[in-house]
């Protein structure tokens, strides 16, 4: 299997509701720099599993609508608690539904599965992976 | 399939007995950065993968056992090469029936499988990768 | 000179007065992994710059009022915009005092100057760079 | 399952033939920091998956045939597009020969499987990953 | 003093003319990882060195005239060996010109001096670090 | 003021004597990541300031006496704790004997001053910086 992995951050605001979050309750902030891996059994004609640069453009249209919010008045995740590894499944789950419209281009669509990786500090990480036909 | 990472450390001496040891079978020594990979299908109502707060009390706890010792002496591993590979499985061990046992709480029994990465220097890392019930 | 560097991270909420900060104007947030480097001539007779763990443990209690809060209504910084190289010298001037009054041990008063950098993200960083006693 | 991760570097020059390459047209080059993990299910009787020296050396030897040269003059790559996900190819092809050729030692043919990764920079990546039986 | 760094990197071709170069003599390449700090003793109104998106932005602009290049044909490097140190003092001046010419604002005058890193691979870097003033 | 670095490591076992290292007055050990910066106000006529591959030998030699060892029982360190910032010093005063010797070539000897550091975790670092010709 190939893959290809390309990486972005985005910072937000957001607070978490459980007393399993201690101190996260409050209202705080993070910086997430996130890798999204895109697998594929083969490369294309060009020799690559997809187009680096539409996907790193698509990664950073796709953060924007997230960058420099609070999250907790983000109209997609009313009532949600936004932990790292639920924005992983976000990025993961939008990402997927870039491929399938064409954003990444033709070729992307042999793109079988997605890795998605939020690093929130330099001791803590959380991931999606899966099937991008699973969603 | 969600996962969350947790990063600690632990300083030890050791040393190896067989000729493919080479110097190494000096006694010697080595920080290992510990990557702890815990790895569900899906996430709880609070909506994480586990108490990544207990999930790293718990790991901390499981290197107390090993931090600032020499191997060679420790009770545990007794005429054993304790390599980065051997060590990895250690804690993949330990972290598994910390779960099982519910030290990182009654949500954590939903965590299906670890890797456990131990890096020993910039260039070199040893990983063991399997399911819980599987030990 | 010697010196010795300790990492610790806090995760903040904050926005932006200004047309320069753009999007940033908006509620948002950061997590800041932050290295202070403690800088000596000499070394104590333990062979050491300062006690690396009453180091660790005076960084963690410096962040800890800052950990998980809106830095917006943190009475601290009333009006003030919170940005990287602003806290960068918030988190030098508690430590320059912390050592000052002793909470470092007697052994760190030698410490003559501080390096305190904040990561923002794996693409920026902000520091403060200046001797103790010029507070 | 067991794995023993090395890294290494290269650095070549080449360039891409395709309009989906834009400036990456023209002659360019790249560091590739490269890892390889070599997954086994089981320990051998030292306790390690494979002799790391071995795999180092292997590792250095197999990049030396590419180390400081043109790709595009390189006979292996006549006419082919040497992007990173293909290199990642390249690398996971000759390690797999080593290994069943017995260069990496007897113990390495247990090997099962590995992943090969080049870092091209701080924000990109690519990687071959398969069963060495699958050449 | 206070400094922002950021950083971002450039992918170029070239050959060395000299007997320590050994195997570098031949056509090669690199990645540079370039981190470019702007230190300055204080802020400015809006409390920071200067505004990171126009420092960002600069040195975008500043890679893209080497990017994707053979430097070896460069109009700018006529003879030159185009080493890693060479080229951070090459970013350096270009950076200061920038800086002095109002590229990065008005506020971006306030900084002193600069400090230019470009890491070549995971294990050497070179720099150049001085007064803007010194051109 | 130019400068380059290169990065190797060593793994050793030691004990500390004295309260205020805690359990690591037990025999325990490390991997110390080791850089040093070699800087020099000037570069020759090839371009360089100094020989990176004669700089890589030598670091590799210098650590070679210290790697795989209990430095408890090494005859250069006795009676002496060897901290990381006291090994950053012995490093310093070795690598800065071989630019003396002419280890590193004629060249080398422009070089002004060091600055070595020992990462001793992904948390704790310390270093000797100063002058060559201060030994």
């Known amino acids: 299997m190939y893959s290809v992995t390309v990486r972005d951050h985005v910072m937000i605001a957001h607070s978490f509701k459980g007393e399993v979050f201690g101190p996260a309750q409050r209202l705080h ?5 996130v890798d999204v891996e895109f697998r594929s059994p083969q490369l294309d004609a060009d020799g690559v599993v997809l187009d680096i640069g539409r996907a ?6 796709l953060l924007a609508e997230l960058n420099y919010r609070n999250l907790d008045e983000h109209p997609s995740f009313n009532g949600r608690n ?9 990025v993961f789950d939008r990402m997927a539904a870039a491929i399938t ?15 998605v990786t939020l690093h ?16």
């Open 29 to 33: 902030g993070a910086t997430y720099v």
């Open 56 to 61: 790193t453009d698509a990664l950073r249209a």
């Open 82 to 90: 936004t932990t790292t590894e639920f924005l992983a499944r976000v």
């Open 101 to 115: 419209r064409g954003d990444l281009g033709a070729g992307a669509r042999a793109v079988e599965s997605l890795r």
């Open 120 to 135: 929130e500090s330099h001791v803590a990480a959380a991931s999606f992976d899966g099937p991008i036909g699973d969603r």
